[in-house]
């Protein structure tokens, strides 16, 4: 014979076991909708840099002296990273004159 007693002690166990299954399937839930936000965040970033911030044509990427740049397709238009930036500024003295007559002259490899 199953006394009450046991019955709700086996009651709230079970609702217990569904609760932390609900919680469990709640958390991944967050954790796959956070990698999808975090994976449309990385797409659009590499869209980003893949497009003109001008015009939006599509950029191509050249190196200079071991600097990557990128440049217009359409405008002509040069981007440096800030970091490439700093250190064309720190070890390459007349970069800016090559890069000046490489956006007007044309690419030299």
């Known amino acids: 014979m199953i006394t009450t007693r046991n019955n709700a002690a086996e009651e709230e166990y079970?609702?217990?076991?569904?609760?932390d299954r609900r919680s469990d399937d709640?958390?991944?839930?967050?954790k796959q909708k956070l990698r999808a936000e975090q994976?449309?965040?990385d797409r659009l970033a590499a869209s980003h840099l893949k497009?003109?911030?001008e015009c939006k044509a599509i950029l191509e990427?050249?190196?200079?002296?071991?600097?990557?740049l990128h440049q217009c397709s359409?405008?002509?238009?040069?981007?440096?990273k800030p970091e490439e930036l700093e250190h064309l500024s720190k070890?390459?003295?007349g970069f800016w004159e090559r890069l000046a007559s490489w956006r007007v002259g044309g690419v030299s490899k």
């Open 14 to 19: 079970f609702r217990r076991q569904e609760s």
């Open 39 to 41: 994976a449309e965040r």
């Open 74 to 80: 359409s405008c002509r238009g040069i981007w440096i």
């Open 26 to 30: 709640a958390f991944d839930d967050l």
């Open 91 to 93: 070890k390459h003295r």
């Open 51 to 53: 497009r003109c911030p």
């Open 61 to 68: 990427k050249r190196t200079l002296r071991g600097i990557d």
